[in-house]
């Protein structure tokens, strides 16, 4: 849970204003004093809607908080510590700078659950014996929405991974889109209360993805 949410209160702190290491250091304090030390998790309920936008008011309610006196370093027991990977600056710079916070902190949450569900199906397939169906959607699908380059031509495609025949190569990929979706759905369904709201949630993605990825979900 920490995990995902780290990276979209980050960038919500960047573009409010804050560098990168008091960004940083504010991220740690949030979770440390509100959503750990007011155990927020525990607290949010599904059926008053979503815990990132619970999330976001307690972190805007920290920030005010943070802007009234002078932001104090506290010393954080280290079983306490909010891992906080390191933060690649290249890749926020390349954030799209006409976002609001508020829409910085849904855009990376949303890459955030992307990835983590394409690592999932990723290993699905690898554990069924379908890693070229992955290799092959990861070469076809997502290397050109994430690389925005043309898509590769399939009959090569068939000839570098074995593939008999065009057909063939398409099925594969639908049976991983499939297995995505299957995914998606059910990662989004451990955050709601109800199918309803899934789908509420894939419209909410869907605003913060280019008209190709759209087609793949």
Same mark, same amino acid.
């Given at each position: 849970?920490?995990?995902?949410?780290?990276?979209?209160?980050?960038?919500?702190?960047?573009?409010?204003?804050?560098?990168?290491?008091?960004?940083?250091?504010?991220?740690?304090?949030?979770?440390?004093?509100?959503?750990?030390?007011r155990n927020l998790i525990q607290r949010a309920d599904k059926s008053l809607g979503r815990f990132r936008t619970?999330?976001?008011?307690?972190?805007?309610?920290?920030?005010?908080?943070?802007?009234?006196?002078?932001?104090?370093?506290?010393?954080?027991?280290?079983?306490? *510590?909010?891992? /906080?990977?390191?933060? =690649? @600056?290249?890749?926020? %710079?390349? #954030?799209?700078?006409?976002?609001?916070?508020?829409?910085?902190?849904?855009?990376?949450?949303?890459?955030?659950?992307?990835?983590?569900?394409?690592?999932?199906?990723?290993?699905?397939?690898?554990?069924?014996?379908?890693?070229?169906?992955?290799?092959?959607?990861?070469?076809?699908?997502?290397?050109?929405?994430i690389e925005k380059t043309d898509l590769p031509v399939m009959d090569e495609l068939c000839s570098k991974y074995?593939?008999?025949?065009r057909q063939t190569a398409s099925n594969m990929i639908v049976t991983v889109k499939r297995r995505f979706r299957?995914?998606?759905?059910?990662? *989004?369904?451990? /955050?709601?209360?109800? =199918? @309803?709201?899934?789908? %509420?949630? #894939?419209?909410?993605?869907?605003?913060?993805?280019?008209?190709?990825?759209?087609?793949?979900?």
């Open positions: 849970m920490l995990k995902r949410y780290w990276k979209p209160v980050y960038c919500y702190l960047r573009r409010l204003g804050f560098d990168n290491e008091k960004a940083k250091d504010i991220t740690q304090a949030f979770f440390h004093d509100v959503v750990l030390g619970f999330l976001l008011v307690a972190l805007k309610r920290y920030v005010a908080a943070v802007r009234d006196k002078e932001f104090a370093q506290k010393r954080i027991s280290q079983y306490k *510590l909010v891992p /906080l990977e390191k933060v =690649d @600056e290249s890749g926020f %710079s390349a #954030l799209r700078t006409e976002l609001t916070p508020e829409d910085s902190y849904q855009y990376v949450w949303v890459s955030s659950l992307l990835e983590q569900v394409f690592e999932l199906v990723k290993n699905d397939c690898y554990k069924d014996g379908k890693a070229c169906h992955w290799h092959l959607f990861h070469e076809r699908v997502l290397e050109p929405i074995k593939i008999k025949d299957k995914a998606l759905r059910d990662s *989004l369904r451990d /955050l709601v209360s109800s =199918d @309803e709201e899934v789908d %509420s949630e #894939l419209l909410e993605i869907m605003k913060f993805l280019p008209r190709i990825a759209q087609d793949h979900i």
